[in-house]
């Protein structure tokens, strides 16, 4: 457990040693571009696969195995329709979604953005945190979604500051990473599909990014109907978190307080 812990801390270290470094570093001297943007993302996937493979912890234990692909995509279908027709007969708006599609932003936010955050702050910080705190303070679970959420909402400062973003810009882009990150924490807890959280990420981002930033309440409505949607589709017959606990020990809780 010791070992889990420190590896934690040093992750998340290099996770912010990336961000207000290397990535700022990057877009001063090659620019800010699709290249560096991808590479930036990158970056910070092969960070989360080398701290998963750390922990001996294998793509079906944090649900991003080609079948948790294929039904993370459906289950993101099914939220994109029931939001689609929740959002038009609730409240008459006749734009849900961004009408020009763009394949290369499409892949950048769902693939690029969407799924390498999320496999670094949810399959890795937030599954790690869920495990040591449960072990030690079972019914303190939930402080796993605040802890991981002040980490992801912080770790959004340093670029912001490169960029020179004012006061006022700067605390408004850590209150809705902090609040995205709960959230997310949350599709993930219900569905444990870590491809269909990094698809609701992405969409956040493309193609629904206009419609939340005018009408934040239908931005809420959509991630509790990707909560529900999540967990009505979750393959697993655990609840969170012993859907993870479970896959890592076999049913053997004592295992992982070693």
């Known amino acids: 457990m010791q070992s889990t812990v420190k590896n934690l801390l040093i992750v998340s270290g290099l996770a912010f040693a990336l961000i207000s470094f290397a990535v700022p570093l990057a877009y001063q001297y090659l620019g800010y571009n699709h290249f560096t943007l991808a590479l ?10 080398a701290a998963l493979r750390l922990e001996g912890v294998a793509p079906s234990q944090f649900g991003a195995t080609p079948v948790h692909f294929i039904r993370g995509f459906c289950l993101t279908i099914g939220t994109y329709v029931a939001f689609g027709v929740a959002a038009v007969v609730t409240t008459g708006v006749e734009q849900v979604y961004i009408t020009s599609f ?17 496999l670094l702050f949810r399959g890795y910080i937030f599954l790690i945190l869920v495990k040591i705190i449960y072990i030690r303070h079972p019914k303190q679970v939930w402080s796993a979604w605040i802890i991981s959420a002040i980490i992801f909402s912080l770790w959004h400062v340093p670029l912001g500051l490169w960029m020179g973003q004012q006061l006022s810009v700067l605390i408004r882009d850590i209150t809705i990473p902090l609040i995205s990150a709960i959230i997310f924490a949350s ?17 956040t981002n493309y193609p629904l990014s206009p419609l939340i930033k005018s009408e934040p309440l239908l931005g809420v409505a959509f991630m509790i109907i990707a909560i529900l949607i999540g967990r009505a589709g979750r393959e697993s017959e655990y609840s969170f978190p012993h859907t993870f606990l479970y896959l890592e020990t076999k049913g053997d809780y004592n295992a992982i307080t070693k």
């Open 40 to 49: 930036a993302q990158v970056s910070f996937l092969i960070l989360a696969l």
């Open 102 to 118: 763009s394949l290369l932003y499409w892949l950048e936010e769902w693939f690029l953005t969407g799924f390498s955050e999320e």
């Open 187 to 203: 599709v993930y807890a219900a569905s444990g599909n870590l491809w269909f959280t990094a698809f609701i990420h992405g969409t």
